[in-house]
C-alpha cells in the first residue's frame, strides 16, 4: 500500500470514529429525561415560609422522638391565640435516625404528611442516637466512626431533601445540653453532622445548646423561663424537660418561626398593587382553595378603577402655568453700579465701575420666591450693597429691611445710600435717636440748664 494509500485510510478512519461518537452522543441525550415545565419555573418568592398557606393558615407539624413530643406542648403554648397559625394535635414518630426502621419510619411520616398537608415541619429526635448504626442488611457502624459519621449525614440528608421536595418550611432542632459529660462530646458530634446539614439544603436549624446551659457553658437543672424568672427546667434524668423547659424549648422555634410568618405576609401584600403581569403570575401560583385567588381579583379591579379614573381626570386638566397672587407684578429690569478698588502693580490705587444688571422677574417668579406664610402677601426685593474685605476685594450683598410690613409689590421710593441700615451699616454714621429711647440722652441736656421736667419719667 501506497504512503496515499495509508493517508486516505488514516482519514476514512477518522470520519467513522467522529460518526460513532455523534451516534453515542444522540443516544445518551435521548435517555435522559425531560423535567416538567413546572421544574424549570423560578421560585415564586424569597420568604421562608409560603406566602400562600393552603387553608389560609400555616399548619405545623412536629416530628421526633420524646424531646419533641415535649416541644409540641411548647408550641401549642406559645402559639395559642394566634390565628395564623395551627399546631398539630400529637407527634409524628420519627425515634431515631441511626436505627435500621429509620427508612420505614420516613415513608410513614410523608404518607400521613400527604393525607393533612402541612405548610411547616419541625423535627427535634436525637435521644437514642447516641449508639452504633444499623443498616437494612445487619451491618453495624459504631458511633463516632467515620462510616458512622457518613451514614448518619446521608439520612439526615435523605430526610431534609424530601421534606423540601414537599414543599415544607423544616425547622430542625438541635439537641441540647445534657447533664451526663460523656454524653456532651456525643451530642456535639450529632449536632455538628445536623448543622452541616442543614447549611447545604437550606434549612432553618435551631441551636438550643447555649439556651440551657450556665454562663460558664456547664450544665444546669435550672435556669431562666421565657419571663426570666428563674425556675426547674430539666428533669431528674438530666435529658428531657419540665413543663416550663418545654415552653423555653419552643421559644427559640417560635421565635424564628414568627419571624418568617412576618415576611411573608409582608411579601403577601405588597404584589397584590402589582403590575398586571405580577399578579397574573401569582393568581397562576396561588392555590385554587385559597382566600389568596379572591384578593387577587379585587386588587386587579381596584387597579383597572384607578387607571381609569386617572386617565379621565388627565383629560380633563387643562395645562396652565404658575399663577401669581393678586397685587404681585412683574419686576422690571434695572441696572446699579459698583465701584471696585484694587491695587494695581506699582502700588497705585485704581478704581473700576462694574455694571450690575438684573433681569425682567415675572410676576410668577416673584411670588414664589418671595412668598411668605399668607400666600398672597410677598416679601419686597432686596437692595445690593457692597463693602471692602481685607485684600482689596469687594463683598456684594443684598439686604431685606425686616421693618418694612406695607407688603406691597413695589419698592420703596428711598434712595439705597438714604436707607437707615445703609447709613449705619455702610456709612457708620450715627442716627438721631428718638425722643424717649434708650439712647436718647437729651434729658441730660436739660439737667445741665435746670430743666429737669424735660427728663423722660422711668
Same mark, same amino acid.
Given at each position: 500500500?501506497?504512503?496515499?494509500?495509508?493517508s486516505m485510510?488514516?482519514?476514512? %478512519?477518522?470520519?467513522? *470514529?467522529?460518526?460513532?461518537?455523534?451516534? @453515542?452522543?444522540?443516544?445518551?441525550?435521548?435517555?435522559?429525561?425531560?423535567? +416538567?415545565?413546572?421544574?424549570?419555573?423560578?421560585?415564586?418568592?424569597?420568604?421562608?415560609?409560603?406566602?400562600?398557606?393552603?387553608?389560609?393558615?400555616?399548619?405545623?407539624?412536629?416530628?421526633?422522638?420524646?424531646?419533641?413530643?415535649?416541644l409540641?406542648?411548647? @408550641?401549642?403554648?406559645?402559639?395559642?391565640?394566634?390565628?395564623?397559625?395551627?399546631?398539630?394535635?400529637?407527634?409524628?414518630?420519627?425515634? #431515631?435516625?441511626?436505627?435500621?426502621?429509620?427508612?420505614?419510619?420516613? !415513608?410513614? %411520616?410523608?404518607?400521613?404528611?400527604?393525607?393533612?398537608?402541612?405548610?411547616? %415541619?419541625?423535627?427535634?429526635?436525637?435521644?437514642?442516637?447516641?449508639?452504633? @448504626?444499623?443498616l $437494612?442488611?445487619?451491618?453495624?457502624?459504631?458511633?463516632?466512626?467515620?462510616?458512622?459519621?457518613?451514614?448518619?449525614?446521608?439520612?439526615?440528608?435523605?430526610?431534609?431533601?424530601?421534606?423540601?421536595?414537599?414543599?415544607?418550611?423544616v425547622?430542625?432542632?438541635?439537641?441540647?445540653?445534657?447533664?451526663?459529660?460523656?454524653?456532651?462530646?456525643?451530642?456535639?458530634?450529632?449536632n455538628?453532622?445536623?448543622?452541616?446539614?442543614?447549611?447545604?439544603?437550606?434549612?432553618?436549624?435551631?441551636?438550643?445548646?447555649?439556651?440551657?446551659?450556665?454562663?460558664?457553658?456547664?450544665?444546669?437543672?435550672?435556669g431562666?423561663?421565657?419571663?426570666?424568672?428563674?425556675?426547674l @427546667?430539666?428533669?431528674?434524668?438530666?435529658?428531657?424537660?419540665?413543663? $416550663?423547659?418545654?415552653?423555653?424549648?419552643a421559644?427559640?422555634?417560635?421565635?424564628?418561626?414568627?419571624?418568617?410568618?412576618?415576611?411573608?405576609?409582608?411579601?403577601? *401584600?405588597l +404584589?397584590?398593587?402589582?403590575?398586571?403581569?405580577?399578579?397574573?403570575?401569582l393568581a397562576?401560583?396561588?392555590?385554587?382553595?385559597?382566600p389568596?385567588?379572591?384578593?387577587?381579583?379585587?386588587?386587579?379591579?381596584?387597579?383597572?378603577? *384607578?387607571?381609569?379614573? #386617572?386617565?379621565r381626570?388627565a383629560?380633563?386638566k387643562?395645562?396652565?402655568?404658575?399663577?401669581?397672587?393678586?397685587?404681585?407684578?412683574?419686576?422690571?429690569?434695572?441696572?446699579?453700579?459698583? !465701584?471696585v478698588?484694587?491695587?494695581?502693580?506699582?502700588?497705585?490705587?485704581?478704581?473700576?465701575?462694574?455694571?450690575?444688571?438684573?433681569?425682567?422677574?415675572?410676576?410668577?417668579?416673584?411670588?414664589?420666591?418671595?412668598?411668605? !406664610?399668607?400666600?398672597?402677601? /410677598?416679601?419686597?426685593?432686596?437692595? !445690593?450693597?457692597d463693602?471692602?474685605?481685607?485684600?482689596?476685594?469687594?463683598?456684594?450683598?443684598?439686604?431685606?429691611?425686616?421693618?418694612?410690613?406695607?407688603?406691597?409689590?413695589?419698592?420703596?421710593?428711598?434712595?439705597?445710600?438714604q436707607?437707615?441700615?445703609?447709613r449705619?451699616?455702610?456709612?457708620?454714621?450715627?442716627?438721631?435717636?428718638?425722643?424717649?429711647? /434708650?439712647?436718647?440722652?437729651?434729658?441730660?441736656?436739660?439737667?445741665?440748664?435746670?430743666?429737669? /421736667?424735660?427728663?423722660?419719667?422711668?
Amino acid at each position: 500500500m501506497g504512503e496515499r494509500d495509508c493517508s486516505m485510510a488514516k482519514l476514512w %478512519l477518522t470520519h467513522v *470514529r467522529a460518526a460513532a461518537l455523534l451516534v @453515542l452522543a444522540g443516544i445518551a441525550l435521548a435517555s435522559v429525561p425531560r423535567m +416538567p415545565a413546572v421544574a424549570q419555573e423560578a421560585v415564586a418568592w424569597s420568604s421562608y415560609v409560603t406566602p400562600f398557606p393552603g387553608r389560609g393558615t400555616y399548619t405545623i407539624e412536629i416530628a421526633g422522638d420524646s424531646w419533641a413530643e415535649g416541644l409540641l406542648d411548647g @408550641l401549642r403554648a406559645s402559639f395559642e391565640g394566634d390565628a395564623r397559625v395551627e399546631i398539630a394535635r400529637r407527634r409524628r414518630a420519627l425515634t #431515631s435516625i441511626v436505627r435500621a426502621e429509620f427508612e420505614a419510619q420516613v !415513608t410513614s %411520616l410523608f404518607e400521613d404528611l400527604g393525607r393533612s398537608p402541612a405548610d411547616v %415541619l419541625v423535627v427535634m429526635t436525637g435521644v437514642g442516637d447516641r449508639q452504633s @448504626l444499623r443498616l $437494612a442488611g445487619g451491618a453495624r457502624f459504631r458511633f463516632g466512626s467515620e462510616r458512622w459519621r457518613t451514614e448518619y449525614g446521608k439520612r439526615i440528608d435523605q430526610l431534609m431533601k424530601l421534606a423540601k421536595s414537599k414543599r415544607l418550611a423544616v425547622y430542625w432542632v438541635g439537641l441540647p445540653i445534657v447533664r451526663r459529660a460523656e454524653a456532651q462530646d456525643d451530642v456535639r458530634v450529632i449536632n455538628e453532622i445536623i448543622r452541616e446539614k442543614a447549611y447545604l439544603n437550606g434549612i432553618r436549624f435551631i441551636d438550643t445548646w447555649a439556651g440551657f446551659a450556665e454562663e460558664e457553658g456547664q450544665y444546669s437543672a435550672y435556669g431562666p423561663d421565657v419571663a426570666g424568672t428563674i425556675r426547674l @427546667l430539666r428533669d431528674g434524668d438530666g435529658v428531657h424537660f419540665t413543663s $416550663a423547659g418545654n415552653r423555653k424549648l419552643a421559644h427559640f422555634v417560635d421565635r424564628q418561626m414568627k419571624r418568617d410568618i412576618a415576611t411573608a405576609e409582608s411579601e403577601r *401584600r405588597l +404584589p397584590l398593587d402589582g403590575g398586571a403581569s405580577e399578579m397574573a403570575r401569582l393568581a397562576r401560583l396561588a392555590p385554587e382553595d385559597s382566600p389568596v385567588k379572591k384578593a387577587l381579583a379585587e386588587a386587579a379591579k381596584k387597579r383597572a378603577e *384607578r387607571s381609569k379614573a #386617572s386617565i379621565r381626570a388627565a383629560a380633563g386638566k387643562q395645562p396652565r402655568g404658575p399663577q401669581a397672587p393678586p397685587g404681585v407684578q412683574d419686576q422690571p429690569a434695572d441696572k446699579s453700579r459698583v !465701584t471696585v478698588r484694587v491695587t494695581g502693580r506699582g502700588g497705585k490705587e485704581e478704581s473700576f465701575t462694574i455694571d450690575i444688571v438684573r433681569p425682567a422677574i415675572p410676576a410668577a417668579v416673584l411670588a414664589h420666591v418671595t412668598r411668605r !406664610t399668607s400666600p398672597d402677601v /410677598a416679601t419686597p426685593m432686596g437692595d !445690593t450693597v457692597d463693602g471692602d474685605t481685607i485684600g482689596g476685594l469687594t463683598a456684594l450683598s443684598s439686604i431685606t429691611p425686616t421693618g418694612d410690613t406695607s407688603g406691597g409689590p413695589q419698592r420703596r421710593t428711598t434712595p439705597l445710600t438714604q436707607a437707615a441700615y445703609y447709613r449705619v451699616l455702610i456709612k457708620g454714621e450715627r442716627l438721631a435717636p428718638k425722643p424717649g429711647r /434708650a439712647d436718647d440722652f437729651s434729658w441730660m441736656a436739660s439737667k445741665a440748664t435746670g430743666k429737669e /421736667a424735660d427728663r423722660p419719667k422711668q
